[in-house]
């Protein structure tokens, strides 16, 4: 059986259990706050508890690193829904250290593309269409500075209400401690 009809199995029963009736919220962030997060999977459950939120507190959005690549792409468009149309008014970016992002190198992952039957001539294709593939697929140096990066471009978005606090933070996934990169309330 695949992992996901694993998980259709399950999850019949916990519809036909009501187990969804403990997580019930509205789509409005109660604590009005827009996290952008990495997606790690010891943040899965670590971050929420370690920053006091339970279900229906903040709009989390998760990628690799916490990074924001482009200032008009998704994350930074989730971001943006969220302060307009979903009632959020603050913002934390929250990166953490050890993250597989730090110091990843794009050359591994494109031998494992190749590896895994990706067609050589789509990265000339991809050049042509003026894609920079290595520079799309690097990582980064430094978690902290990583995080200054991403609150940098919320805070200068054409886009962003004015006055919104945006915060930059650090944890760590072993304790869950919080470190303060930038804050307008420090």
């Known amino acids: 059986m695949s992992l996901i009809n694993e998980i259709l199995a399950y999850n019949q ?7 969804y009736q403990k997580y019930e919220t ?18 899965l459950e670590m971050l929420p508890r370690a920053m006091n939120l339970e279900n229906g507190d903040a709009k989390i959005i998760k990628n690799a690193g916490a990074v924001i690549s482009h200032p ?19 913002v934390a970016v929250v990166g953490h250290y050890g993250c597989g992002m730090a110091g990843l190198k794009p050359e ?4 494992k593309a190749l590896e895994r039957g990706m067609d050589p001539s ?5 050049k042509y269409a003026g894609v920079d593939v290595e520079k799309w697929l690097q990582g980064f140096e430094d ?5 200054q990066n991403s609150v940098d471009i919320i805070r200068r978005h054409p886009f962003l209400p004015g006055g919104t ?6 944890i760590s996934p072993e304790t869950g401690e919080l470190t303060v990169v930038d804050s307008p309330d420090s």
Do not use: W
């Not at 789509?122 to 991809?126: K, M, Q, V």
């Open 13 to 19: 029963t916990f519809v036909a259990n009501k187990d």
């Open 108 to 111: 591994p992952i494109i031998e």
């Open 122 to 126: 789509s990265l000339e294709t991809l």
């Open 26 to 43: 509205s789509k409005f962030p109660d604590k009005k706050l827009v996290i952008l997060t990495c997606m790690d999977t010891r943040l």
């Open 143 to 147: 978690v902290e500075e990583n995080v």
């Open 165 to 170: 606090p945006v915060h930059g933070l650090a």
């Open 72 to 90: 008009f792409g998704g994350t930074m468009r989730s971001i943006l829904v969220a302060l307009y149309e979903l009632q959020a008014d603050e």
